[in-house]
Structures are given as structure tokens and as C-alpha cells.
């Protein structure tokens, strides 16, 4: 987010992040975010830069996998502040590991994926 930004409306949120408008108020309603969203006088939403960097976050969390209950469960842990680093690290520990299964998983499929490639790629070239 540029300097220039100090409130977001949620439409221009939704581009800054590229998250939905849904989606973000859908995090709003499951309690996602690690600050209330801020509203204007006639209550409109107003995202800052924290914002911006929190739902990036969560979306990465997303994209990985996590689940809902675990990022709910994380920005709770995040909103009391500090003395909850030990729970967060062990959170993102034990998601990390899920990760780096999932990679290897990958990984492995990937790898038939290239044999099978090759074995065509030899049969069509014998042609």
C-alpha cells in the first residue's frame, strides 16, 4: 500500500489485496481481522495499511490451507497481544509442517507426472 493511503474504502481494499468485497466482509463477520474495521461518519468501512497487511497474511494462510477455525483461533491469539507468541509460533509450526507435507506430496506427483512425459515423449519420438 502506497504512502499516499492512510483509508481504504472496502472496494479499494478489495483491489489493494485481491480479495473480494465478499470475502472481506465475510472475514469481518467471522471475526478475522485482528482490529475492528474502522467506519467512517456515515459507516462506511476504512482499511488502513495494517489492514492491508493483516488480511494479505490471512490470505496466504488461506491459500495454504488453513482452515478457518485456525485463523480465527490465530487472530484471537494475535489480539492479545505479545504474551501469545509461544501459541502463535506453535500454530504456524504445526501449519508449516502441513505445508511442507503437502509440498512433498506435490512434489512426488509432480515427479510421475515428468516419468510419464518422458516415457511419452520416447514413444512418440520412436514414431
Not at 504445526?94 to 510419464?116: C, F, G, N, P
Request: hydrophobic share 35%; net charge positive.
Amino acid at each position: 500500500m502506497s504512502d499516499k493511503h492512510t483509508a481504504l474504502s472496502i472496494s479499494q481494499m478489495a483491489r489493494e489485496t485481491g480479495v473480494s468485497v465478499d470475502t472481506l466482509r465475510y472475514y469481518e463477520r467471522e471475526q478475522l481481522l485482528v482490529a475492528p474495521v474502522g467506519r467512517t461518519g456515515s459507516d462506511r468501512r476504512v482499511y488502513g495499511a495494517r489492514d492491508v497487511g493483516w488480511v494479505n497474511f490471512i490470505t496466504r494462510l488461506r491459500r495454504t490451507g488453513m482452515g478457518i477455525a485456525d485463523i480465527r483461533e490465530y487472530t484471537r491469539l494475535a489480539r492479545l497481544g505479545e504474551r501469545t507468541n509461544p501459541e502463535r509460533l506453535a500454530l504456524l509450526e504445526a501449519h508449516r509442517m502441513r505445508v511442507i507435507a503437502q509440498l512433498e506430496e506435490t512434489q512426488s506427483s509432480l515427479d510421475a507426472i515428468t516419468y510419464k512425459i518422458a516415457e511419452y515423449s520416447r514413444k512418440v519420438a520412436s514414431l
